[in-house]
């Protein structure tokens, strides 16, 4: 939910999203949807839907989404990500998955170094090996500066596809 994600990418994003969401409803495997942006300095975490759901209807996704979207600013990779894979480390499957999907380098309005932070962050979360994490780039390529396993979406449209393949290679 960064301010770069307006327009095409977060509507395909968004569909991503929807597309995600009722094909685990119907495999009735837990997904947890979440997004982030910050305001001022304080990253702010959306949780769109929560593993505890395994139904949620389409139109209160959308909604839960596009209310956030009209605070899109900065992207705090690193701390969101923490923040999910704290979530994550908590679920008892064997397999799991955390999907960062990513249009450009990290960016907060906070001070520091914002993109080392990340790199420790997911060098981490990649050396524990207790989940998987993979950067999904969408019309960017800094994905392949930060994530061991990544991919990259030439354009917009590409998002939702490229997410579902994503997924039933590492499922």
């Known amino acids: 939910m960064s301010g770069s994600m307006s327009g095409d990418k977060a509507f395909y994003a968004t569909e991503a999203a ?38 949620l209807p389409e139109e209160d996704l959308l909604r839960y989404i596009g209310c956030s979207s009209e605070h899109m600013t900065g992207n705090p990779d690193g701390d969101c990500i923490v923040w999910a894979y704290d979530r994550l480390l908590r679920r008892t499957e064997k397999k799991r998955l955390l999907i960062v999907m990513s249009d450009g380098q990290p960016a907060a309005s906070r001070h520091g170094d914002c993109a080392g932070f990340t790199s420790k962050v997911i060098d981490e979360i990649e050396q524990s090996k207790k989940i998987e994490i993979y950067g999904l780039g969408l019309c960017d390529r800094s994905v392949q500066d930060f994530y061991t396993h990544n991919s990259t979406v030439k354009s917009p449209e590409e998002i939702p596809i490229k997410l579902l393949e994503l997924i039933e290679k590492r499922l």
Request: proline share 8%; net charge positive.
């Open 18 to 55: 929807l597309l995600l969401n009722n094909v685990f409803q119907v495999l009735q495997v837990p997904l947890e949807i979440l997004g982030f942006t910050d305001q001022r300095e304080h990253p702010l975490m959306y949780i769109y839907k929560p593993f505890a759901k395994l139904r």
